[in-house]
């Protein structure tokens, strides 16, 4: 597995740095330390998950990368 979500509000992570995340965060794979690095999300529809997603997929040279659609609520 090279990539994990954990969608979790109340969810805790210890890094191998000993910084903490709390919340939703994404695992990925590196070679150094497999998948034990956290990074936050705070929402799956942000921009930043999007383009952390697609850096993913194209540091791992995915060829056929899905298109992501945002929606936005209109007030």
Not at 33 to 50: C, H, L, M, Q
């Amino acid at each position: 597995m090279l990539m994990e979500l954990h969608v979790n509000p109340t969810n805790k992570h210890t890094n191998p740095d000993g910084t903490n995340i709390c919340g939703t965060h994404m695992h990925i794979y590196d070679e150094l330390y497999g998948r034990s690095v956290a990074i936050p999300v705070t929402d799956i529809n942000e921009t930043d998950f999007v383009e952390t997603t697609i850096k993913f997929l194209t540091d791992f040279n995915v060829v056929k990368q899905p298109t992501i659609l945002i929606q936005l609520e209109l007030s």
